[in-house]
């Protein structure tokens, strides 16, 4: 007696659904970026509300996993931090159209005794903390941006992300552009061989070890980092001024990076120009595809990817990601078109 | 139909396929069959499962060869791959474990089946079961939460200033590593040992207690002499139950060993396991030779647990032939 609500409500799922395509639903399959995960199942189930006969299924697999579904044509389009390289475009059977969705950014958090305020980082001293140059807090590179800061002499215990992801993508983006040396032996990628340094899985890892461990250093994700209201530092911009991570600096770089924006959307705007730029952040894109056979999930694709460029993008505050820049938006709605 | 039945009763031949419909409508055969088509389906399960290791790490397997067993170095981006800190994460991690473990599984196990009144027995069999039951995040955050910060401010310096002397506890504790590694999957694993040898302990026949006590032996001895090495393949079995445990959890151990490809003799230093590396990085692994280094790792840790478990039944073998119990 005690299943058959249960095996009721499984009958009537399995009906709703069956009932539901017959109607002309169109049940669409994507799979990628963990990243952007609350954002897109809020997009996904706002405008499942307004629009009844779409429904978008994501699974946030992991970037890297969107884009292997993506290329075996299990899902009808995936999502990724990180753009598609060269070589995994050229593997693809069909076209594929980056479209970026929203923005985000990587901030260093630190554990250190006597720094109460908002230490700042030059990207030398975060390139050789990383690296594995600079071992001592109290360091000159660290110790001369930050005046009136005592720092102790003690060992840096570096913290990194141990799983693949984007944030460690962006994160090792920017090191690269930072430092040549740290280009040349490490590289930028969702994993690297990292020459030193304790791993942490996901952002609650890595803060959880910096957050127990006594002067160590990590990275995370700027709303991983607002919405636990953990401290985080200032990184150095090409103008060299000191910039909080905030998401109007955020937006502010994709802007200042926008005259350089290719047509395909595959650009990385670490270091981008600009005085309140903040140095740390980027896009994450939806991947899709540029010939799509089934006119029904042509053209429901297409009509999301407009409703998320327009009214898809006032939900992004809220949940602390930025916002897409104007010109970028009206590319994007230009972009729309290729895909057929 | 009687005809039929002369006719059968006249003409003995086909007696197997005879034999063999009786028992059919008996249900011996049904049962001989269906537990036959199950017990192959394991052998078909775990032969397809090599298989599909073995095809999908071809190309790490030929660009590497036996080196990728023995290279210590572990990088995606300029597809460099080996697995040598992941084996030793793996087998170090596996027997701090066990050296922890053993002794407080043998020694509750032993208690719950000769000492403690069997009320209290059960009661506690009862939450040790339980135990087992939880899923491993728990204990990783057990791990992050209560072993580490332990590790790093008590026991971590009491070892150092004990032990210092010995390569094993010295240099940086970080609070996390191969120890803290061991000492959570030990946790993990001690449920296991207790639970399996405990039922072992209890089905030893009671007569040779009783042998043993008619005999003038003190109840220590009947237990450590008499009950002990009777139930010891049983025993034995529950401590390889644990040790393919340990050598397989992923999620617990990635959370507390501070996921640092290197070989280090120091057990306070941060190292990596297999099962952790490919729970990590699988995901996000975006390249073919990258994925099949993952895979052949997989296969790497299938070898690993088939050989300790081989070398397990080899023990078991000659300690029987030792001696001890029929």
Known sequence: ?340 | MSAATTIEYRIPPQPRFRAFIHRLREGDEVAHVLTLVFAALILLLTSMLVYELWVNSRLSRTKFGWMFLWTRVWDPIFGNFGAAPFIYGTLVTAIVSLVIAVPLGLAGSIFLAELAPPKLSDSIAFLIDLLAAVPSVIYGLLGIFIVVPVMRTTLGPVLKSALGFLPLFQGRNYGVGFLTGGIVLAIMVVPFIISVSREVLLTVPSEQREAALALGSTRWESTWKVVIPWARTGIMGSIFLALARALGETMAVTMVIGNDPKISASLFAPGYTIAAVIANEFTEATGDLYLSALIELGLVLFLMTFILNGLARLLIVATERGGGHP
């Not at chain 1, 609350?38 to 970037?63: C, L, M, R």
């Not at chain 1, 791993?199 to 160590?216: C, D, F, H, I």
């Open chain 1, 1 to 340: 007696m005690k299943k058959t609500p249960l095996l009721a409500s499984l009958l009537l799922c399995l009906t709703a659904t069956v009932g539901a395509q017959s109607n002309g639903t169109v049940l669409l399959n994507a799979a990628g970026a963990t990243f952007p995960y609350p954002i897109y199942s809020k997009w996904f189930d706002v405008y499942h509300t307004e629009h009844p006969n779409a429904q978008i299924n994501y699974q946030s697999i992991g970037s890297g996993g969107g884009i292997r579904q993506l290329l075996a044509g299990t899902v009808d389009f995936g999502a990724s931090d990180g753009p598609m390289t060269d070589e995994q475009l050229s593997q693809a059977k069909f076209k594929i159209l980056h479209f970026p969705t929203v923005l985000g950014a990587v901030v260093p958090t630190y554990n250190v005794q006597g720094a109460a305020g908002d230490l700042n980082f030059t990207q030398k001293a975060l390139a050789g903390i990383y690296m594995g140059q600079i071992t001592k807090w109290n360091d000159p590179e660290i110790a001369k941006p930050n005046p009136g800061v005592k720092l102790p002499g003690d060992d840096i215990v570096v913290v990194h992300r141990s799983d693949g992801s984007g944030t460690s993508y962006i994160w090792t983006d920017f090191l690269s552009k930072a430092s040549a040396d740290w280009k040349s032996k490490v590289g930028m990628g969702t994993s690297v061989n990292w020459p030193v340094g304790l791993g942490g899985k996901g952002n609650e890892g890595v803060s959880g070890l910096v957050k127990q461990t006594p002067n160590s250093i990590g990275y995370i994700e700027l709303i991983y980092a607002v919405q636990n209201n953990i401290p985080y530092g200032k990184v150095q911009n090409v103008s060299g001024k000191f910039v909080k991570a905030d998401l109007a600096g955020v937006t502010s770089a994709a802007a200042a990076a926008v005259k350089e924006i290719p047509d395909d959307f595959r650009v990385s705007i670490t270091n981008a120009p600009g005085a309140g730029s903040y140095p740390i952040s980027s896009f994450t894109w939806l991947l899709i595809p540029a010939q799509i056979q089934d006119a029904a999930k042509r053209n429901a694709i297409k009509d999301f990817v407009k409703w998320m460029l327009t009214e898809g993008q006032n939900y992004n505050e809220g949940l602390s990601y930025a916002r897409l820049p104007k010109p970028v938006l009206v590319k994007e709605m230009k972009a729309i078109s290729l895909i057929q």
